[in-house]
């Protein structure tokens, strides 16, 4: 760890007050705060207390008179072959008129607005617009299904449902209308009103009376809206955002105003290191936490350009990311670790076939970065690619490198050092005590958390402090639930999640460990392991594993061989104690839809069990292709 880097993180955490008074700068305030925390009541937080503040305002309206022409978004669908832009002027434009809108379907400040919409410019100004309400968004990604939307309406209890006709993905049109109807009927508590934007895809819709209501239609009648912007204390909610449930039952988190415009402000220029003006191109989808803070209002705050992207990373060809950074001349670009490992199965001459001269970092979350697709894409791309770790509660990075502070050197498989704000441990899970250097243990946060991260769960403050800060008795941390690890450089690792450990003869062996040491043979794309049940040894792993070269696994002969080649790769690198019991190739992981491992579901598959919760699953294929693994089809 280097010196610019640990004073910068010391005063954050021992001069928290002057700190966060810093950033506060580099957002608008209509009415200055009195005080920068109101830490009276742990483990919750209250930042910049009785500021007031708009998110929408900070985001659009204060950039119009310095950059009004400047692009603001650009729509690029490869599903639907549009590319449309909006200057800060248009977006300006653009978001009073829905904010009109929303207004006369009855939406006030507080009520929440439910966006159930796929990566369009639409969704952005819905969002927006309830900001400048003061109305609390809750974005529920696109490919749930009707029972996961109904669970989240009732959690919210929506006064307004805003939807399009349909999404699409890999070219096949997947209608909304039909999955919003029926979430309704299933919910308690419905919203009044359903607003549908037509796509023009060739849908059959039939329109509920006094509840749907056309966009277009209703459009026409708020031209040239102007509506003002809600002056909101820093504590009021801005929205709610259900976790990926990898783990569960999905949890609302809260976010607040103040605190999280701060953050995302912050986290562009310390961070991404993104100025004003410059172009950021985040892949994710605006469903998840990482679209929220990256392609929305961290990129907008800080005056960016940002780039909203429908479609998958390999059609027309495993290029098109590439060909966009070459034409729009991205600066930043944000990525997860599930869609390079599906670039990883493809041509690697597509890294090079654009010019990516305006490219200085792409960065990688949601998921562990094993090295050897960390050395890949960085390799490939010549560029630094820095892996950060973060949670949909924090909403910004905990773990990562900060370019913006110091350049520090890149460790493959590391998300380097704690960020800014983040008093970090490590503690030893059977007395809170804290752990050595190269020793395992749980990531925890000292409260209180920094601006930007979650306040509570909505509507259960209870559950709040249940969930996350009751792990020790000896102490009120927050606990993150993952494993890590710090080396002497100061360097941390995440080793996968704590309910991720299995228990082979006594011996405590993260699944992530044992996933790292499979993908260490070269002809593995990507590996889910699990702990299963064995009457001898307590649980054995068991390796999923899908190969970039299926030539090699054609025959039954070369399955088996194969199979020994990565054994004794883990028994290289982990030793025998962590080789999997069998490894079975499959084409295909189940994932959530956010593209995280459901580990939870393939155990529960290879134990005999039901495999639970399966609202987030992305595609049932997988676990079909899991079950005919297990039984040696
Ligand atoms: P739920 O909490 O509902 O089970 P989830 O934890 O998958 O869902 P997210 O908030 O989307 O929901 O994911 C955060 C988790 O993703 C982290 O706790 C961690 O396990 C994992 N993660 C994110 N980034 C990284 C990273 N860079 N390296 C390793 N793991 C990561
Ligand atoms: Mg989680």
Redesign the pocket.
Known sequence: MTQRYAEFHRRSIEDRDGFWREQAMLIDWEKPFDRVLDYSRPPFARWFVGGLTNLCHNAVDRHLALRGDQKALIWISTEVDKTESFTYRQLHEQVNRVAAMMLSLGVKRGDRVIIYMPNMPEAVFAILACARLGAIHSVVFGGFAAASLAARIDDARPTLLVTADGGSRMGKVIAYKPLVDEAIRLSKYPPAKVLIFRRGFDLQMANVAQRDVDWADLARQYERAEVPCAWLESSEPSYIL??????????G?QRDTGGHAVAMAASMKYIYCGAAGETIFTTSDIG???GHSYIIYAPLIAGLTSILYEGVPIRPDAGVWWKIVQEYKVNVMFSA?TAIRVLKKHDPAFLQKYDLSSLRHLF??????DESTHAWISEGLGKPVI????????GWPV?TALPGVEKTPIKYGS?SFPAYGYDLKLLREADASEADADEKAVVVIEPPLPPGCMTTIWGDDERFVKTYFSTFTKKLVYS???WGIRDREGYYF?L??TDDVINVAGHRLGT?EIEEAVQSHANIAEVAVVGVADALKGQIPVAFAVVKDNAKIATAAQKSAHEKEVMAAVDAQLGAIGRPARVHFVSLLPK?R?G?LLRRSIQALAEGRDPGDLT?LEDPGALEQIRAALKGR
């Open positions: 259900y976790t990926s449930g990898t783990t569960g039952k999905p949890k988190v998840w936490a990482v670790p990688l979350a949601g998921e562990p970065l892996d950060h770790y973060w949670q949909t509660e924090t773990l998300p993150t639930f993952d995440i996968g999640r992530r959530t956010s995280k987030t």
